[in-house]
């Protein structure tokens, strides 16, 4: 039997297609492995988001090559750089489907590119989960921005929104596979459903008027029996706003963590317009205090990007400000870096070395910040769902509270499991997570 590993770069939404690829690869009858060296072939899932993260990716295929791997590379840069990639085979981000043809003819010799955009099922496919407690589901791909620094629109395309009913299935059968947790992704989750007027049903290949929004797919999700618990995945402060209103209810019932993503990318609304970003620093701002007034516990995390071409030393202490302002829970904090075929690699760039420098001073704010809010949570008790075995050397596990803040527990005797609920009692922190021992 062929052995094959799967090797992921990036989002959830990555994870979640090399998920799909291993249940329809094993369906096809290949053995599915965890490392390279015991891998006939390897299956490269890459992300184009980040410099870095774009790095590593050709860091890994130099060394996979001198292992002589053979080598299929998927994601992102295989749909946005396929020139460079022209020894590999290559599968794009709506083919999952055709893997183990691309596996097949791989093995066989040949070089096979399919990466042209094509309207292919995405839900309700054979899967390996990575972890056998948390269902990601992706609701739609693509997006209705277009940010000047971003290169993933080229790589997922314009908006196409996943049929509500297939969500649902999909989410059910989660559920009766014992699933804990259901991570709703895509690149804006707020838009899901704003293509429905013009797009094609992707379930039924049909084309169906209707006027879906994420708020819609919301309550038919709590509505289900089981228990677990929905995260809502990243949605942008222009589509967010029109919803508010509405999200704040559901996102106060009990089948939702109290957890929202909103990137509001820098605290200027002149590099906001420059961005194209759709919304201002004031409307952002209006959000997180409406989700503050009526949900005083949620985590929040928030995206900025430092060092975006122009920006200036007082623009960049706007995004400082608005950090010690909102004081967010969570910070991706990412250095700007050029992105080839994008409009701002265009424009005139910082140096890196003053990048660094506001990506540090960032850092140490936010760390700051981090630590002082989560401080609010000492002495707290509570259950917590345990979802995340702990680095080795720490014999813990991590578990996730109502807010889906992230509680270390001490394990020394590898009793606790991922899917144990326990109570717990927080007794100390730190600027990234909580710690907690367990209580009766």
């Not at 499991?417 to 009766?440: A, N, P, S």
Request: glycine share 6%; hydrophobic share 40%; charged share 25%.
């Amino acid at each position: 039997m062929t052995r094959i590993c799967i090797l992921t770069f990036g989002c959830s939404l990555n994870i979640s297609d090399s998920e799909v690829m291993s249940g329809l690869l094993e369906k096809h009858k290949f053995k599915m492995v965890k490392t390279v060296d015991e891998a006939d072939l390897v299956i490269v899932n890459s992300c184009t988001v980040k410099h870095a993260t774009e790095a590593h990716f050709w860091n890994l295929l130099n060394k996979l090559k001198e292992k002589n791997k053979l080598v299929v590379i998927a994601g992102c840069i295989a749909q946005t750089d396929p020139e460079k990639l022209s020894e590999y085979s290559l599968i794009g981000t709506t083919q999952l489907t055709h893997i183990h043809e691309i596996v097949e003819e791989t093995l066989s010799g040949n070089i096979v590119k399919l990466i042209a955009k094509e309207l292919n099922p995405r839900l309700n496919l054979p899967k390996i989960r990575k972890n056998h407690i948390i269902e990601i589901i992706p609701i739609c791909q693509g997006c209705l921005g277009n940010c000047t620094y971003c290169k993933t629109k080229a790589a997922r395309f314009e908006l196409i929104s996943y049929n509500k009913e297939a969500i649902i299935c999909q989410a059910k059968q989660a559920i009766k596979d014992g699933v804990k947790e259901i991570w709703l992704t895509a690149q804006d989750t707020a838009v899901y459903g704003k293509d429905f007027d013009s797009k094609t049903d992707t379930k039924n290949n049909t084309t169906a008027k209707c006027n879906l929004t994420i708020i819609d797919l919301l309550k038919e999700l709590i509505a289900l029996k089981g228990n677990f618990k929905i995260r809502l995945g990243m949605g942008n402060p222009d589509h967010i706003k029109l919803y508010i209103g509405q999200l704040i209810p559901i996102l106060q019932n009990e089948k939702m963590f109290q957890f929202i993503h909103i990137p509001v990318q820098s605290g200027n609304n002149f590099i906001l317009k420059d961005m194209n970003r759709k919304y201002t620093i004031e409307e952002f701002k209006e959000i997180i205090t409406k989700l503050r007034i009526s949900i005083p516990n949620i985590t929040l995390a928030t995206d900025i990007i430092v060092g975006y071409p122009g920006e200036t030393d007082e623009q960049f202490e706007d995004s400082i400000k608005l950090l010690k302002e909102i004081k967010p829970d969570v910070l991706n904090r990412s250095k700007y870096c050029a992105r080839p075929k994008t409009v701002a690699a265009s424009l005139p760039q910082l140096p890196g070395s003053l990048i660094k420098d506001r990506s540090r001073k960032l850092s140490q704010v936010f760390d700051f910040i981090g630590y002082e809010h989560n401080k609010s949570w000492l002495k707290w008790q509570g259950e917590i769902l345990i979802d995340e075995i702990g680095k080795e050397e720490t014999e813990s596990v991590v578990g996730r509270n109502f807010a889906y803040k992230p509680v270390v527990v001490e394990n020394k005797d590898g009793k606790l499991k991922i899917g144990d609920v326990v109570k717990v009692k927080i007794f100390k922190v730190t600027k990234y997570d909580l710690r907690g021992e367990i209580i009766k």
